[in-house]
Structure formats: structure tokens, C-alpha cells
């Protein structure tokens, strides 16, 4: 069963504006966290953001900003005033904790975000 | 932040030759480390756990003699691709888990190694 879902391949967003980038998720772990990563075309993967589940507040990171909904089990992306280097491949991410994934992270199919000029 | 490396970054090698692609934490100690692979246009496809002082846990459908995994000290871990195939060209990527205080953890990434069998 797929535990990290990416329902968007493809994105477009005019540049300053803003953008959501959908992330489900499933797990029957009450502890997990979930992160967003970065893929530019160079492969390396840059860390955006982190949301631990027990976290009331949704997390930020400067113009990134993780909106977490426990119950709906989503934690969609928002990058706000999108800018021109934010072209690349977004990937959800997902850890679960020792008793059921063992810390790994797995990872969902990925978003590719375009800015247009 | 905490850096990982990989060497090499690109490697290009002929039909059944093995290949050995290490993954270094520079300025910290890492117990565990994951090796990942990703296909052209595909997410992370997580392989293998990788724990220091032990034996690598596989993901299922992993070929563990094919993808030899050693994590010999706390700063390296290695993966050999054994009599590599045109299939196992791909980007493999390495991650370190740093524990956090309050009982979190979080993983640093390598930059990748892409590996052509031809």
C-alpha cells in the first residue's frame, strides 16, 4: 500500500505567487514526521522543512510553510512568492517511528514544480 | 548543517564489473545510514538500512548479494554493485541519520552517485 501520496506530476505557478504542492499520507504510528525535500536537475536533495506529528503548529521555514492536517492525514507544501531556482522536483517525505518503520524515511512520487517568468 | 559525501559522483562502467560507491559523513558520527536508489523521473526507492558494526537490512525485492552494503566504522559505509548489468544504472544516493535531541531524528543526504553500466 502506497503511504506517501503525490496526486500532482506537474505544477505550473507564475513567479511571486504562491504555490501548494499536495501530500497525503497513511500510517497507523502515532509518532512519524514528515518532511519536504528538494530535487534541483544537479540529483542532490535539499531539505525544506520538517513537521513532527506531535507538532500543534504547522512548521515554516522562511517562505516555506508545511500545512498539516493530522486528521485528514495531509501535509501539503506551501512556497509562497515563488521564485525562478524553485524549478525543480519536490518530494514528500515520510518517517515512521522504530516500531513500525524502523526510522526510515520513504518517499512520495515527487511533484515537479515550474515558474514561469 | 552536517555534510555527506559520495565517491564517486559519476561512474561509468562495462557489463559484469563491480562498482564500490562510498558514502562519508564529514563532521559527525552516523549509527545508521540508507542507501536509495532513484530511476529517471522516479522518486527514492529506498534499499537498504544500513547499521553500523552489523549486518545491512534489506528492503524486500533487494538483492542483497548483488548490493553489497558495509558500514565498517561511524563515518563510512560502502555499497558494491556486484557484476553490474545495464538495469542498474540509476542515481544512488546515500542518507546519514543524525539523532536530535528530544528524541527526534533527522537525515542529511549525500549528492549522489549516477552509475551507467554499459
Known amino acids: 500500500a502506497q503511504k506517501i501520496t503525490q496526486t500532482q506530476p506537474g505544477m505550473f505557478v507564475q513567479e511571486k505567487e504562491a504555490v501548494t504542492l499536495d501530500c497525503t499520507y497513511d500510517?497507523?504510528?502515532?509518532?512519524?514526521?514528515l518532511f519536504w525535500y528538494k530535487q534541483p536537475s544537479s540529483g542532490e536533495m535539499i531539505f525544506l522543512i520538517y513537521?513532527?506529528?506531535?507538532?500543534?503548529q504547522n512548521a515554516t521555514e522562511g517562505r516555506y510553510s508545511l500545512n498539516f492536517q493530522k486528521a485528514r492525514k495531509s501535509a501539503n507544501l506551501v512556497i509562497s512568492a515563488s521564485q525562478l531556482g524553485d524549478s525543480a522536483m519536490y518530494f514528500c517525505?515520510?518517517?515512521?517511528?522504530?516500531?513500525?518503520?524502523?526510522?526510515?524515511?520513504?518517499f512520495g512520487a515527487g511533484t515537479r514544480l515550474f515558474v514561469k517568468a | 548543517g552536517a555534510v555527506v559525501s559520495q565517491h564517486p559522483s559519476r561512474v561509468i562502467c562495462k557489463s559484469g564489473t563491480s562498482v564500490k560507491i562510498e558514502c562519508r559523513s564529514l563532521?559527525?558520527?552516523?549509527?545508521?545510514m540508507f542507501w536509495y536508489r532513484q530511476f529517471p523521473k522516479q522518486s527514492l526507492m529506498l534499499m537498504a538500512t544500513?547499521?553500523?558494526?552489523?549486518?545491512?537490512?534489506?528492503e524486500q525485492g533487494v538483492e542483497k548479494d548483488k548490493f553489497l552494503i558495509n558500514h565498517a566504522s561511524l563515518t563510512l559505509s560502502t555499497l558494491t554493485v556486484t557484476s553490474a548489468h545495464p538495469e542498474d544504472s540509476s542515481f544512488y544516493i546515500c542518507?546519514?541519520?543524525?539523532?536530535?535531541?528530544?528524541?527526534?531524528?533527522?537525515?542529511?543526504f549525500g549528492p549522489g552517485t549516477r552509475l551507467t553500466v554499459l
Open positions: 542518507s546519514a541519520r543524525v539523532p536530535t535531541s528530544g528524541g527526534g531524528d533527522t537525515q542529511y
Open positions: 563532521d559527525f558520527q552516523a549509527t545508521t
Open positions: 517525505a515520510m518517517r515512521e517511528g522504530p516500531n513500525t518503520g524502523g526510522f526510515k524515511t520513504i
Open positions: 513537521q513532527g506529528s506531535y507538532d500543534e
Open positions: 544500513s547499521n553500523e558494526g552489523s549486518k545491512a537490512t534489506y
Open positions: 500510517t497507523s504510528d502515532q509518532s512519524y514526521g
